[in-house]
């Protein structure tokens, strides 16, 4: 009898995942869905091999459980479902939130393991729909687990992550991740909001290059997401935007001081920096967000 790899959530990442995963060793994918519109769907279009809407039953036969909702669902779905959950079984997710997802954790029995995973891949989109097989190819896996986290586990999530394309996995603290993805990632959605703020928006059309639309992509996002993101990350994020201020801050003063020997030491600085960080590193997943 082939082992379960249950999957709650079928968006673009968890029906991603889904579509991915299949194939993966020994494992049946079940899709966890609250609509027969979304099951209808998933079947359809080949995403997981089954599609129920009884969470309770599939939760008791996984053998591998991924929470692919938004954060704040991912705590109240960790209580609501603590008993659930089949002894002696992995749970992890796919937040690009950790602290917060881990700090929930903690209600589950002692015989479920957990570990915080996020994969470095997404889109600006949102929905089945827009879900693709080769989401994760070239994206970086990042595993946050507990002390007591099963090496059996954390090994199984490492054959997971290259079976569906990522590049590599990377173990790091809750704490770490949500330092880190607050510059990397949030700080990047509000810099493209911000742009996006500005009075000469739509005097600019027309006037649009790549970089513009590049730094803009990804300020059409999930409000109800992100918001939750930014929020359970406030303090890194606050902190990360504190960095960003003062970096503007510097070159707006380079400006007005009408020394171009400063703006130019400036740039060099900072062009040569991102030439150190490009050396040797390979394409990310053209699905980064």
């Known amino acids: 009898m082939k082992k379960k790899i249950v999957i709650v959530g079928l968006g673009l990442i968890g029906g991603s995942l889904a579509m991915a995963l299949r194939g993966f060793e020994d494992y049946e994918v079940v899709g966890v869905v609250r609509r027969q519109a979304t099951a209808d769907y998933a079947m359809a279009h080949g995403v997981g091999d089954a599609v129920t809407l009884d969470a309770e039953e599939a939760l008791r036969q996984a053998d591998v459980t991924f929470l692919c909702i938004d954060p704040e669902d991912i705590i109240h779905y960790l209580a609501e479902h603590r008993d659930h ?17 881990m700090a929930a954790a903690r209600v589950l029995p002692e015989t479920v393991d957990f570990i915080g995973s996020h994969p470095m891949a997404g889109t600006e989109f949102s929905g089945i729909e827009h879900a693709q097989a080769d989401m994760f190819q070239g994206a970086h896996y990042i595993l946050t687990p507990r002390p007591n986290s099963g090496e059996e586990h954390l090994a199984l999530l490492e054959r997971l992550a290259h079976h569906i394309g990522c590049r590599d996995v990377v173990r790091t603290t809750p704490e770490r991740h949500d330092d880190i993805i607050a510059y990397t990632s949030q700080m990047m959605h509000i810099i493209a909001v911000s742009v996006c703020d500005d009075r000469e928006l739509f005097e600019c059309q027309g006037f649009e290059g790549s970089s513009f639309r590049g730094c803009t992509r990804v300020a059409d996002l999930d409000v109800e997401l992100w918001t939750q993101l930014f929020s359970l990350n406030r303090r890194a994020l606050t902190a990360a935007l504190d960095r960003l201020a003062e970096n503007l801050d510097a070159y707006r003063a380079a400006l007005r001081s009408g020394d171009d020997g400063l703006l130019r030491e400036k740039l060099a600085h900072s062009a040569a920096r991102k030439h150190q960080l490009d050396l040797g590193a390979r394409p990310a997943s053209p699905y980064y967000v």
């Open 85 to 101: 959950f089949k002894p002696g079984s992995l749970v992890t997710d796919v937040c690009g939130i950790k602290g917060a997802v």
